[in-house]
């Protein structure tokens, strides 16, 4: 199975705040890469696919990169509604795996 | 409205059956693989099974094979997960997932239900 690494494990960022989580794949996964955010007691939403394909309705300020093994997601300037975990998961495989989630918190 | 709408959850003894459904609307369902995922309480995501836009593949865990089997029925527009053998630490919550493409590969997840609680416990 593919195994997905997100870091760091959490974040404290403040309002305003530029934000990158990574996400590094056990093994080449080419840009078979997608990020969620959920909310507590919420359903996750996708924010961006295929690396860096912003999902229709999702704020610019998202951004994705990387390929092959290596993946970022960058929030260009935190807002309050973007406190929530955020997951990596690969598609290459048929077997799909999320990385363990990295949780944005207030500082 | 565009939507997947679960049920079938609850509590249930150890090595016991319980039938998920997912109701789906407001798209052609007959044209999507679906999957199921879930989040044990506290914890990450963890995708369960997928099947494809037509039924004829699926695709589970490795902790679930043998023990869960997921459909699907197009005159319904609804997808299934029965699952046999439950144990703990099969306690989450589950959703539905909608993939982008029929195929079960290389798509993403871009809608999901708002999950319904398996809860595994004597």
Do not use: H
Request: one cysteine or more.
């Amino acid at each position: 199975d593919i195994q997905m690494t997100q870091s760091p494990s959490s974040l404290s960022a403040s309002v305003g705040d530029r934000v990158t989580i990574t996400c590094r794949a056990s093994q080449g996964i080419s840009t078979y890469l997608n990020w969620y955010q959920q909310k507590p007691g919420k359903a996750p939403k996708l924010l961006i696919y295929a690396a860096s394909i912003l999902q229709s309705g999702v704020p610019s300020r998202f951004s994705g990169s990387g390929s092959g093994t290596d993946f970022t997601l960058t929030i260009s300037s935190l807002q309050p509604e973007d406190f929530a975990t955020y997951y990596c998961q690969q598609s290459y495989s048929t077997l799909w795996t999320f990385g363990q989630g990295t949780p944005v918190e207030i500082k | 409205e565009v939507q997947l709408l679960e049920s079938g959850g609850g509590l249930v003894q150890p090595g016991g059956s319980l039938r998920l459904s997912c109701a789906a609307s407001g798209f052609t369902f007959s044209s999507y693989a679906m999957s199921w995922v879930r989040q044990a309480p506290g914890k990450g995501l963890e995708w369960v099974s997928a099947i494809s836009d037509g039924g004829g593949s699926t695709y589970y865990v490795d902790s679930v094979k043998g023990r869960f089997t997921i459909s699907r029925d197009s005159f319904k527009n609804t997808l299934y997960l029965q699952m046999n053998s439950l144990r703990a630490e099969d306690t989450a919550v589950y959703y539905c997932a909608k993939d982008s493409y029929r195929a079960v590969a290389g798509g993403y997840f871009d809608l999901w239900g708002r999950g319904t609680l398996v809860t595994v416990s004597s």
